[in-house]
């Protein structure tokens, strides 16, 4: 079974920290993403990977950046950590040319205070 | 752009009772359509999806959906729900041909199933 992994499942961080979430998946999937998912919208995309240190914008990349060094971690980072970023953070992999099945770790949830 | 509209927020339904959750969406040229469903407390995953070819996509656990081009629409549809069919379901399309399986998602639907 493919297993994408999120290192933080609840984090807690005040207003103005610098916050990494940390996404690792086993399959050798090339494509990777970041999602935030808020009530009453859905999943949203914030940044997706396609390749080593490739990155892309997605939907609302306003206010993260991500890093991919190695093919199966995929970081991302909030610079400044504002209330508004109070979320669920959904990671998820794919095998290029897989036709969106996407395989989803179980989130890490981000208050900030 | 691509959207995708899901109308119903928040379904409630008997064990037994059929199943219809809406899906449209926006795009113009070859798409891709997948419905996903998140168990509380569980990661998404992938219920059924259409690519080509017979618009009756069976997936697993007894759903359906139907892609009807002429509306844009990709209704889900189970006929006899169950207790342990609680969860949110997404729709989700992925527009054109590339490799890269950037999905838009929808805003979700949870469906309640009393016994």
């Known amino acids: 079974d493919v297993k994408v992994t999120q290192s933080s499942r609840y984090l807690v961080k005040r207003t103005g920290e610098k916050v990494f979430l940390e996404c690792v998946q086993d399959?050798?999937?090339?494509?990777m993403f970041w999602y935030r998912q808020d009530p009453g919208l859905g999943l949203r995309l914030i940044y997706f990977?396609?390749?080593?240190?490739?990155?892309e914008k997605g939907d609302i990349p306003e206010g993260y950046s991500v890093s991919r060094e190695k093919k199966e971690r995929f970081s991302l980072i909030l610079e400044s950590a504002s209330t508004n970023q109070t979320s669920m953070y959904l990671c998820?992999?794919?095998?290029?040319?897989?036709?969106?099945?996407?395989?989803f770790g179980e989130g890490s949830r981000l208050t900030v205070l | 752009a691509q959207s995708v509209s899901q109308h119903n927020h928040h379904v409630i339904l008997s064990e037994a009772a059929s199943l219809e959750l809406g899906c449209n969406y926006s795009?113009?040229?070859?798409?891709?359509l997948f419905w996903y469903v998140q168990y509380p407390g569980q990661h998404l995953q992938l219920l059924l999806k259409?690519?080509?070819?017979?618009?009756l996509v069976k997936g697993i656990k007894g759903f359906e959906a139907e892609f009807i081009k002429s509306k844009f629409s990709f209704n889900l549809r189970k006929p006899s729900v169950q207790w342990s069919d609680t969860a949110e379901y997404f729709c989700?399309?992925?527009?054109?041909?590339?490799?890269?399986?950037?999905?838009?998602f929808g805003a979700g639907t949870r469906l309640a199933v009393h016994p």
């Open positions: 998820a992999s794919s095998l290029r040319g897989a036709a969106g099945e996407l395989f």
């Open positions: 399959m050798d999937h090339e494509n």
């Open positions: 990977s396609y390749d080593v240190k490739m990155k």
């Open positions: 795009y113009g040229g070859t798409v891709n």
């Open positions: 259409y690519f080509s070819g017979d618009p």
């Open positions: 989700a399309v992925k527009g054109g041909l590339d490799g890269y399986n950037k999905l838009i």
